[in-house]
């Protein structure tokens, strides 16, 4: 397997990953993700218990990786804040160290969550799914950026 596919798989778990850490089950519908996307299920020809099995891991590690973001932003916080009151750079700099950490932490929970995701695909439907991504990254490039607010 090369880098390139694994890459795109993650790009779509991180949007997944931060789209859902924005908003409750309670306070919004559920969003639909890719192995919910009736063009994507049926391209893919993902069945019914493969999109459950995708979903339990998404739950499972959903709660792990909004708590590790929810970490992550606070102690990034903390480090602006050092930085603008001129702290000591020994300080700083364990306060990088720790920023480091929980981003790895991070990380490391959305590459697990890739693998367990693509345990569940067939060779055929990795391959797929790399082609479905590779598309939507060509479209991506094409669009002009948004304006910012």
């Known amino acids: 397997m090369t880098a390139f ?3 795109a798989l993650w790009a779509t778990a991180v949007a997944i990953a931060l789209a859902t850490s924005a908003i409750s089950a309670s306070q919004a519908p ?3 993700t890719w192995w919910r996307s009736e063009p994507i299920v049926k391209e893919l020809g993902l069945t019914p218990e493969q999109a459950e099995k995708i979903e339990t891991v998404f739950h499972s590690m959903r709660q792990e990786a909004r708590q590790e973001l929810r970490e992550l932003e606070a102690l990034e916080a903390k480090l602006s804040s050092m930085i603008q009151s001129d702290a000591d750079e020994g300080v700083v700099v364990r306060q990088i160290d720790r920023v480091e950490t929980a981003r790895a932490a991070l990380s490391k929970t959305r590459s697990l969550m890739l693998l367990r ?6 060779p055929d ?3 797929r799914l790399t ?3 590779n598309r939507r990254s060509k479209d991506a490039q094409r669009q002009p950026p948004s304006p910012r607010r």
């Open 30 to 32: 559920r969003r639909l």
């Open 5 to 7: 596919p694994f890459r």
């Open 125 to 127: 439907q990795r391959t």
């Open 117 to 122: 995701f693509r345990r569940v695909l067939t």
């Open 131 to 133: 082609a479905i991504e």
